[in-house]
């Protein structure tokens, strides 16, 4: 588990000089083990060398880094965490080929699992867009649902109203023919008193009920 050694040489190792970014500089006076580490647990490949406790190489390597062979048996890359380039010079071609070849499959990995990390990433991404918009839209569904409840109960409450005005109208008109029947004949004034009253009775009645449907309405209409 974690991090584990999967090839070690022997190399000379050089940094560039940061002063005139050409020249090699040395950071060892002999050759000193080098090793191809893999952390499992993080999925990441590092370059590592000790000088005796000193380390001279901690390079992680990165989708975008390039180990370049430059002779039969030296080769570079450029560090930009580390802010340098790193040179390797090995007693034969074959260890400069493997460490080549290491290289070049351990890039490959990364850029995969960075790939698929950015994948998981939109997907997860993606969900999440997914989820918000299904929640808006069954916000308004509820909605319109509730606009269309809305909607009936306004109908309901205007047919009563049309049905109220239109029982007024009835009970003026046989208001009015009371009055004119009064004006006739005397001797059915005290008849014609007492539907009056009955009729008034059930207009001041009828009247109410307009105003109250006519109160709920507005209410309903000003929430809606």
């Not at 005005?165 to 004034?189: A, M, P």
Request: hydrophobic share 30%; with cysteine; aromatic share 6%.
């Amino acid at each position: 588990m974690g991090e584990q050694p999967i090839f070690s040489t022997r190399a000379h190792v050089f940094q560039i000089d940061p002063n005139t970014k050409k020249n090699w500089v040395p950071t060892s006076k002999h050759a000193v083990t080098v090793s191809y580490f893999y952390d499992s647990t993080r999925n990441v490949y590092r370059i590592i060398s000790l000088d005796g406790s000193k380390a001279i190489i901690n390079s992680t390597i990165t989708p975008n880094m390039t180990f370049t062979k430059t002779s039969q048996k030296f080769g570079q890359w450029a560090d930009s965490r580390a802010n340098t380039v790193y040179g390797l010079g090995f007693s034969s071609e074959h260890h400069l080929s493997k460490v080549t070849e290491l290289e070049c499959v351990s890039s490959q990995a990364n850029a995969v699992h960075s790939h698929k990390t950015e994948l998981n990433q939109t997907i997860q991404e993606l969900e999440e867009t997914l989820k918000v918009k299904e929640e808006e839209i069954e916000r308004l569904k509820q909605e319109i649902d509730n606009a269309r409840e809305l909607q009936e109960q306004r109908d309901s409450l205007t047919q009563k109203l049309q049905e109220v005005e239109i029982r007024n109208k009835d009970l003026e008109g046989q208001l009015s023919d009371l009055e004119q029947r009064l004006e006739k004949s005397q001797n059915e004034q005290e008849a014609f008193r007492n539907n009056l009253k009955t009729l008034l009775e059930i207009l001041d009645g009828k009247i109410f009920e307009l105003t109250e449907l006519r109160d709920n309405l507005a209410k309903l209409l000003e929430r809606s």
